[in-house]
């Protein structure tokens, strides 16, 4: 079966870059298409970003456009998630999701079938 875990949240200040890691194991991420989620405090869970298994596709929500960027190493076995010019408004916890067996990809947390544990990611002013 497979399993996610995500790493590389943490603190950081206004402005400033963290990079998520998602890392999969028991088969290989090239199967899935595989999204990045967040949820706040308060809130619900909302598409940030994803990718198809060919990684031709990938699909970013509006408030992270030309900030975040998603990205997969195939040899790692890892999909990853670049954050420049982070806003207090990214504070959350950050989940990465697996969809297998299509080609498609979706910012809609209903479509996926597997879920990682989630990463704190904070940003302060």
């Known amino acids: 079966q497979l399993k996610l875990v995500e790493s590389g949240g943490g603190l950081v200040h206004s402005g400033g870059s963290l990079r998520l890691s998602c890392t999969a194991s028991?088969?290989?991420?090239?199967?899935?298409?595989i999204g990045w989620f967040r949820q706040a405090p308060g809130k619900e869970r909302e598409g940030v970003s994803c990718i198809t298994s060919s990684g031709g596709f990938t699909s970013y929500a509006d408030s992270v456009m030309g900030r975040f960027t998603i990205s997969k190493d195939s040899a790692k076995n890892t999909v990853y998630l670049q954050m420049n010019s982070l806003k207090p408004e990214d504070t959350a916890v950050y989940y990465c999701a697996a969809k297998p067996k299509t080609f498609i990809a979706t910012l809609q947390p209903n479509w996926y079938d597997y879920w990682g544990p989630g990463t704190q990611v904070t940003v302060d002013s």
């Open positions: 028991g088969f290989p991420v090239d199967y899935y298409s």
